[in-house]
């Protein structure tokens, strides 16, 4: 028998699965943080600059964490939640799939904007996004 050729996930695919990980995200990730934004006052003044700071930490960690939580979930079982449930996983283009795989691929998902460079990349060219690109994997169809 042939190699079955792999199929390139599509973008409806693609978002649905995102949506149900940002879903987790927000439950898990960011839902201990909001207690702590909800009690600052905010004022957007220089004399409140330390709590300017502190907000731009906050959204830092929980960026960061987001990122983990797919990249750890792809190193270890080529999934995260979302893509599990439309039957998506991560190829890597080397034998074997390697953590900083997952990561980069994973950089721009927390940045709105970015994500929205990233899929714009995917719909014109190669059926790829930019970070997979850089990152040497595909989101493929099981």
Not at 43 to 57: A, E, G, S
Not at 67 to 74: R, T
Not at 84 to 99: A, P, R
Not at 131 to 142: H, N, R
């Amino acid at each position: 028998m042939g190699l079955k050729k792999k199929k390139i996930a599509s973008l409806w695919k693609r978002i649905l699965a995102y949506i149900i990980d940002i879903i987790i995200i927000n439950i898990i990730i960011v839902g201990p943080f909001l207690p702590i934004l909800n009690s600052l006052n905010i004022n957007f003044t220089l004399k409140h600059i330390n709590t300017i700071l502190f907000i731009f930490l906050v959204i830092f960690v929980i960026a960061l964490i987001s990122i983990f939580y797919w990249s750890i979930l792809e190193y270890k079982i080529k999934q995260s939640v979302g893509s599990l449930l439309f039957n998506l996983e991560v190829n890597s283009k080397f034998k074997k799939l390697k953590f900083w795989q997952c990561f980069v691929s994973n950089i721009s998902k927390p940045f709105s904007i970015i994500f929205i460079l990233d899929l714009i990349y995917f719909l014109f060219n190669k059926k790829q996004r930019y970070f997979e690109m850089l990152s040497k994997t595909e989101l493929i169809e099981k």
